[in-house]
C-alpha cells in the first residue's frame, strides 16, 4: 500500500531564509515578529539577522557547523535562527526550562558545535560546553557595525538547517537532522495547500526543543504573516488564551493535548478565541477525540482543526487530515490523512512487502521530507534508512515504527507504536487499542494502560481519569471491567484500575508513560488499591 | 490568609492532605496539567492571575503566597 503525495515543483534551490528574505524585499515595513511588547518589521528582523550571519561567517561558522540556541521565545531567538540559516550552518534548539544535567547531555551530543547564543537568563545552563556562549544584546554595538545585506553563502536544499534531539529508545537522545529542501517542502506545502498568506498571523505555544516547535517559529515567516511568542518558559492556557483574544492570531500549531488544555480553558471561561482561528494544526501523539468533539461541535466554530502525523527524522509532518471529516466508524481512530507535497507514505509488512487496503503495515516515509539522520553517531537506529524506488526514481525513505493502514476513505489510520505494542502472557498488545476502549466509556474521561511487571509476567494497568472533576465519583471498577469486557479479548482488560486526576504527561506533552509504569509500584505496597 | 487558601487549593489538586508550606510542587507529585489546574482555581477562588512561570520559580506554598501577595489586590 502506498499514498502518494501530490508533486510540486520546487525551486532549484529550496532554501528556507530565502523565501523570508523575498517577504523581507516585497514587505519591508510588514510586522515580522510581536514579542513581549516589542514589534519587528520584516525588514528590521532581516537586517539584524544578516548582522549576526556576518558574525557567524567571520568566524568560520558555515555549512556544517551548528550553533546551539539556548533562548526563551524573543525577538533574538529568531535573529539567531535566521542568522545561522543565512551563514550556512544548522541551529540546535536547546530548551532552557530542561534540567541543567539534561541540556548538559545533550551539549555533549552535538558534533561541530562551533557557538551557543544564550541570554543572561540561560547563559549559566550552557557553561558545561565546550563552545563559547554569546548574548547578542552584549554582541549589539560589534553587530551594529557589521554590514545589514545578506552574507554571499551558498546553502543547497540538502544542507541541514536544523536538528532537534529525540528520545531514543537507547537512552541516548539522538540529534536528528533536517534538510533545507525538507522544511520548505513542508512549508510551502501549508502555506499552498491551506492557503496560508500574509495575514495568517501565528502564535507559539510549544516549547522550543520540540521539533513542530521549528515549523511553528518559521511558517509565519515563510507566507509573510506576523510571528507572535510568549514571553514564557512554560506553557501557560492563561497567557496563550489572552494573546489570541488580544491580537489578530489566526494559526496555532501545537501538541494535541496542548489543545485539550486550551479547549478546556475556552470550555470553562468562556469565549470564542478559539473557535475563530482559520486554523489548529495538531498531533504529536493519538487523538483522544472525546476531548474535543463537544467544542468541534459548538455553533459558528469556523476553526480548521489539522489532524497530522509524522515523525522529526522526515521535518515533523507527512500528512494531514480535515478533523471535519472525521466520522466514527470504521475505525475510532481519527485518520491522519493524506500525504505532504513530494512525500509517499508506505505500509510494509515484516517482508518489507505492501499490504493490502484496509490491512495493517509499518509505515514507512520516503521523498523530499526525508531528513539527513542522526548526527551523534551511527548507531543502530541509522539503519531505520533506507532507499526505495518510487516512479523510477530513487527516494531516501524512512521506517517510523508506527503501526498503520489505509482506511476505505483513502486515509492513513496510524494505530500506535509497534514498539508500544506489549507482551503480556504471550500475547501481543497494543495499549493504545485498549486506551480508546476506555476513553469511549461513560465516566471516563481519559486512559492510559501500561504493563507493570512487579508482579509475575507482566499485567495490564489502566490510569483513568474519571470524567467528574471530582475523584470521589470514580467510575465503579467491577463496572468498567465488565464493559470493557464486552468490548475487548479477555486479554486485552486490564488486570487492574487506578483512578487518578489526569493523565502525567512528559514535558513536550506526550503521556509519559514511565512515570506510570513506575507509579504502579505503589499498587503492590497498598492493599487499599489492589483489585 | 492567603497561604492558607493556596494550601487548601494545593491539597485538592494534589490529592493530598499533608502538604507543609516549605514542600516542593514537584517533589509532591505536581506536573504540569495539575498547574493547570491550580492556575485556574488562583483566578476563580483569590481573583489571582498567576502566570505559570512564576509557579515554576516558587514551588511552595510559602513563596507562591508571597508572590500572590506581592501583586497587590487583584481583580477576581
Not at chain 1, 80 to 103: H, N, S
Not at chain 1, 352 to 378: D, H
Not at chain 1, 404 to 411: E, R, T
Amino acid at each position: 500500500m502506498i499514498l502518494q503525495g501530490k508533486r510540486v515543483a520546487l525551486p532549484p534551490a529550496p532554501v528556507v531564509h530565502k523565501q523570508f528574505e523575498s517577504h523581507a524585499h516585497t514587505t519591508p515595513d510588514a510586522v515580522a515578529v510581536v514579542c513581549a511588547g516589542q514589534q519587528v518589521t520584516y525588514a528590521e528582523l532581516d537586517a539584524r539577522a544578516n548582522r549576526f550571519a556576518h558574525f557567524l561567517v567571520a568566524r568560520g561558522c558555515g555549512r556544517g557547523a551548528k550553533v546551539g540556541v539556548c533562548l526563551d521565545y524573543s525577538v533574538d531567538m529568531l535573529v539567531a535562527i535566521l542568522g545561522t540559516l543565512k551563514a550556512g550552518a544548522a541551529y540546535v534548539p536547546l530548551d532552557p526550562a530542561y534540567p541543567p544535567a539534561r541540556l548538559k547531555l545533550l551539549l555533549g551530543q552535538i558534533p561541530d558545535l562551533a557557538l551557543i547564543v544564550a541570554s543572561p537568563a540561560t547563559a549559566a545552563m550552557v557553561e558545561s560546553a565546550a563552545a563559547e556562549a554569546v548574548d547578542l544584546q552584549q554582541l549589539s554595538d560589534h553587530l551594529a557595525a557589521l554590514p545589514a545585506a545578506a552574507p554571499d553563502t551558498a546553502v543547497t536544499g540538502d544542507d541541514v538547517c536544523y536538528a532537534v534531539f529525540t528520545s531514543g529508545s537507547t537512552g541516548t537522545p539522538k540529534l536528528t537532522a533536517v534538510r533545507h529542501e525538507g522544511w520548505f517542502n513542508l512549508m510551502n506545502w501549508l502555506t499552498l495547500e491551506y492557503g496560508l498568506h500574509s495575514g495568517s498571523h501565528n502564535l507559539v505555544v510549544s516549547a522550543f526543543g520540540f521539533d513542530l516547535s521549528q515549523r511553528a517559529l518559521m511558517t509565519p515567516l515563510f507566507c509573510g504573516a506576523t510571528q507572535h511568542l510568549m514571553a514564557s518558559r512554560n506553557f501557560d492556557a492563561m497567557m496563550a488564551y489572552r494573546m489570541l483574544t488580544q491580537h489578530e492570531i489566526r494559526v496555532v500549531h501545537c501538541a494535541s493535548s496542548t489543545l485539550y488544555l486550551l479547549v478546556d480553558w475556552e470550555s470553562a471561561r468562556g469565549g470564542d478565541a478559539l473557535t475563530r482561528l482559520d486554523y489548529i494544526l495538531i498531533g504529536g501523539e493519538p487523538l483522544k477525540v472525546e476531548r474535543l468533539t463537544d467544542w468541534a461541535r459548538r455553533e459558528n466554530n469556523t476553526c480548521t482543526v489539522l489532524h497530522q502525523y509524522g515523525v522529526a527524522e522526515c521535518t515533523d509532518v507527512a500528512t494531514s487530515f480535515d478533523f471535519a471529516g472525521y466520522r466514527p466508524g470504521e475505525h475510532d481512530i481519527a485518520p491522519v490523512g493524506r500525504p505532504a507535497y513530494n512525500t509517499e507514505i508506505h505500509l510494509l509488512d515484516e517482508q518489507l512487502r505492501g499490504v493490502g487496503p484496509g490491512e495493517y503495515g509499518e509505515v514507512y516515509i520516503s521523498g523530499a521530507s526525508v531528513g539527513a539522520g542522526y548526527l551523534n553517531g551511527s548507531g543502530p537506529e541509522s539503519a531505520k534508512f533506507s532507499t526505495v524506488v518510487v516512479d523510477g526514481e530513487t527516494r531516501r525513505m524512512y521506517r517510523t515504527g508506527d503501526r498503520g493502514c489505509v482506511n476505505s476513505a483513502g486515509d492513513l489510520v496510524v494505530a500506535g507504536r509497534m514498539d508500544a505494542q506489549v507482551k503480556v502472557r504471550g500475547m501481543r498488545i497494543d495499549p493504545t487499542d485498549i486506551e480508546r476502549a476506555l476513553g469511549r466509556l461513560d465516566g471516563v474521561r481519559e486512559a492510559a494502560v501500561v504493563v507493570s511487571h512487579h508482579v509475575g509476567d507482566g499485567e495490564l494497568v489502566a490510569f483513568i481519569v474519571p470524567a467528574g472533576d471530582d475523584l470521589g465519583e470514580q467510575p465503579d471498577e467491577n463496572d468498567v471491567r465488565a464493559r470493557l469486557l464486552a468490548a475487548l479479548p479477555r486479554n486485552m482488560v486490564p488486570a487492574r484500575f487506578v483512578s487518578i486526576p489526569r493523565i502525567p504527561l512528559s514535558p513536550h506533552g506526550k503521556v509519559d508513560r514511565a512515570a506510570l509504569v513506575d507509579a504502579c509500584r505503589n499498587l503492590y505496597t497498598d492493599s487499599a488499591t489492589t483489585a | 490568609m492567603i497561604a492558607d487558601q493556596v494550601r487548601a487549593i494545593w491539597c485538592r489538586e494534589l490529592q493530598r492532605d499533608d502538604i507543609a508550606d516549605d514542600d516542593d510542587f514537584f517533589a509532591l507529585g505536581g506536573q504540569s496539567v495539575i498547574m493547570a489546574r491550580i492556575q485556574v482555581a488562583f483566578i476563580d477562588e483569590l481573583g489571582a492571575e498567576v502566570p505559570v512561570d512564576q509557579m515554576f520559580l516558587n514551588p511552595t506554598v510559602a513563596s507562591i503566597s508571597a508572590y500572590i501577595e506581592s501583586q497587590g489586590a487583584v481583580t477576581p
